[in-house]
């Protein structure tokens, strides 16, 4: 949701006193620290999931990375597939992007352009998750993958590790992330490049989903600690303040940011219950956390239309005075479509590859068992049913 309103104010560019209203509005809203914490709490989520798991083995690994593959991949491939088709058939028809939609200039113009379709080699790469050009918020996707592929093996590498060795474990981790920076300050760009691949595909953001596996095992000792002591009131607040504005300050390799992220959430889970902590538990925000991913990938698809739309038909000598109004409406409007299509996507794809997921990797005797149990856990919660308060469901 985060992402969805600092792309929705992006669409136009005000002039005057509003620049001031959208910069605050780009901070307070940061795109680019919710993909970090969602990063991290993918990593406390996953890792829960391997510990509650079956012993370490290549069936499990591999049981694992299935269920993470059709957990991801079906609803990228659906979105994909639909943009390929509305390029393909505009550029053939004109029809539904007509000749005017790619010559309107503004949010994300590249996109969704039906003059230039996409060639095989974007198509394919694009596919793989080694180029989000298609759609340009799926580039958080291929690096999810890959980290859930590879966070088995640190689960497997940490059991045999101390608490401190697992502390050094990160470190080193924290250390590989700033390889290509290393590159540069000894000189060798040749080894930038290479080793810049690697960052940009999965180790520049490892990190971060080890650091989420390590709360459940650091967190509770440091904030029962914390929460003894006046230091609690500065929870989540202080933080925060650090989350949304370490990428101002110069962090570009997210590591402040992931720190203040496992912070945030580890006060959350096992932190001083406020009164704002509840609002977590709200039934719209259950909802949206149900269908968060499918509505991660739509929505700027649909924001793109409408501003592409909007752009045509309305001069700028309007939309300048007016971009907080206009961005107001086209987040309505785009929450509102992408919305619908988020809900669709998950009854009919997410929850059927999930459970389907499930029964393929489960022992052949628990096959029929485990069939109830993906229907349940992708089902929404009974409306009479109430969860407990994050601190206390920990």
Same mark, same amino acid.
């Given at each position: 949701?985060?992402?969805?309103?600092?792309?929705?104010?992006?669409?136009?560019?005000?002039?005057?006193?509003?620049?001031?209203?959208?910069?605050?509005?780009?901070?307070?809203?940061?795109?680019?620290?919710?993909?970090? +914490?969602? $990063?991290?709490?993918?990593?406390?989520?996953?890792? /829960?999931? #391997?510990?509650?798991?079956? @012993?370490? &083995?290549?069936? !499990?690994?591999?049981?694992?990375?299935?269920?993470?593959?059709?957990?991801?991949?079906?609803?990228?491939?659906?979105?994909?597939?639909?943009?390929?088709?509305?390029?393909?058939?505009?550029?053939?028809?004109?029809?539904?992007?007509?000749?005017?939609?790619?010559?309107?200039?503004?949010?994300?113009?590249?996109?969704?352009?039906?003059?230039?379709?996409?060639?095989?080699?974007?198509?394919?790469?694009?596919?793989?998750?080694?180029?989000?050009?298609?759609?340009?918020?799926?580039?958080?996707?291929?690096?999810?993958?890959?980290?859930?592929?590879?966070?088995?093996?640190?689960?497997?590498?940490?059991?045999?590790?101390?608490?401190?060795?697992?502390?050094?474990?990160?470190?080193? +981790?924290? $250390?590989?992330?700033?390889?290509?920076?290393?590159? /540069?300050? #000894?000189?060798?760009?040749? @080894?930038? &490049?290479?080793? !810049?691949?690697?960052?940009?595909?999965?180790?520049?953001?490892?990190?971060?989903?080890?650091?989420?596996?390590?709360?459940?095992?650091?967190?509770?000792?440091?904030?029962?600690?914390?929460?003894?002591?006046?230091?609690?009131?500065?929870?989540?607040?202080?933080?925060?303040?650090?989350?949304?504005?370490?990428?101002?300050?110069?962090?570009?390799?997210?590591?402040?940011?992931?720190?203040?992220?496992?912070?945030?959430?580890?006060?959350?889970?096992?932190?001083?219950?406020?009164?704002?902590?509840?609002?977590?538990?709200?039934?719209?925000?259950?909802?949206?956390?149900?269908?968060?991913?499918?509505?991660?990938?739509?929505?700027?698809?649909?924001?793109?239309?409408?501003?592409?739309?909007?752009?045509?038909?309305?001069?700028?000598?309007?939309?300048?005075?007016?971009?907080?109004?206009?961005?107001?409406?086209?987040?309505?409007?785009?929450?509102?479509?992408?919305?619908?299509?988020?809900?669709?996507?998950?009854?009919?794809?997410?929850?059927?590859?999930?459970?389907?997921?499930?029964?393929?990797?489960?022992?052949?005797?628990?096959?029929?068992?485990?069939?109830?149990?993906?229907?349940?856990?992708?089902?929404?919660?009974?409306?009479?049913?109430?969860?407990?308060?994050?601190?206390?469901?920990?």
């Amino acid at each position: 949701m985060t992402v969805a309103i600092r792309h929705s104010f992006r669409v136009c560019h005000g002039d005057g006193s509003q620049t001031l209203a959208l910069t605050w509005i780009d901070r307070v809203f940061n795109g680019n620290a919710a993909v970090t +914490l969602f $990063f991290v709490l993918s990593g406390f989520v996953l890792g /829960l999931s #391997l510990r509650n798991g079956s @012993a370490f &083995t290549a069936r !499990s690994m591999g049981a694992f990375g299935i269920r993470r593959f059709f957990r991801i991949y079906p609803v990228f491939l659906l979105s994909t597939l639909v943009v390929l088709g509305c390029l393909w058939c505009s550029a053939r028809f004109g029809w539904p992007f007509p000749a005017w939609f790619g010559s309107a200039q503004g949010y994300h113009s590249g996109v969704l352009h039906p003059g230039t379709p996409p060639d095989a080699a974007t198509v394919i790469f694009n596919l793989l998750m080694w180029s989000p050009s298609l759609n340009l918020v799926t580039w958080t996707l291929g690096i999810e993958l890959r980290c859930s592929v590879l966070l088995p093996l640190l689960h497997w590498w940490s059991g045999k590790l101390s608490l401190r060795g697992r502390s050094l474990l990160l470190l080193g +981790l924290v $250390f590989t992330a700033c390889l290509p920076k290393w590159c /540069l300050l #000894l000189g060798s760009a040749r @080894a930038e &490049t290479v080793v !810049s691949i690697f960052h940009g595909a999965f180790s520049g953001y490892l990190f971060l989903f080890y650091l989420g596996y390590l709360l459940p095992e650091f967190g509770p000792a440091v904030f029962n600690k914390i929460n003894e002591t006046p230091a609690h009131w500065l929870l989540p607040w202080a933080p925060l303040v650090i989350f949304l504005g370490a990428d101002q300050w110069g962090d570009e390799l997210r590591i402040l940011q992931g720190a203040a992220a496992a912070v945030i959430i580890g006060h959350l889970l096992y932190g001083t219950e406020h009164r704002v902590h509840r609002w977590l538990d709200a039934p719209v925000a259950r909802f949206y956390g149900r269908i968060s991913y499918s509505f991660y990938l739509w929505h700027d698809l649909v924001l793109i239309v409408l501003a592409r739309t909007l752009a045509h038909f309305v001069p700028k000598s309007i939309l300048a005075p007016g971009a907080l109004a206009f961005g107001g409406v086209v987040l309505l409007a785009s929450l509102a479509i992408a919305t619908g299509i988020a809900a669709l996507c998950f009854r009919w794809v997410e929850r059927p590859f999930v459970g389907w997921s499930k029964r393929i990797t489960a022992p052949h005797g628990k096959r029929s068992d485990i069939a109830a149990i993906a229907a349940s856990d992708a089902s929404p919660l009974p409306a009479e049913q109430k969860s407990p308060p994050p601190a206390k469901a920990a």
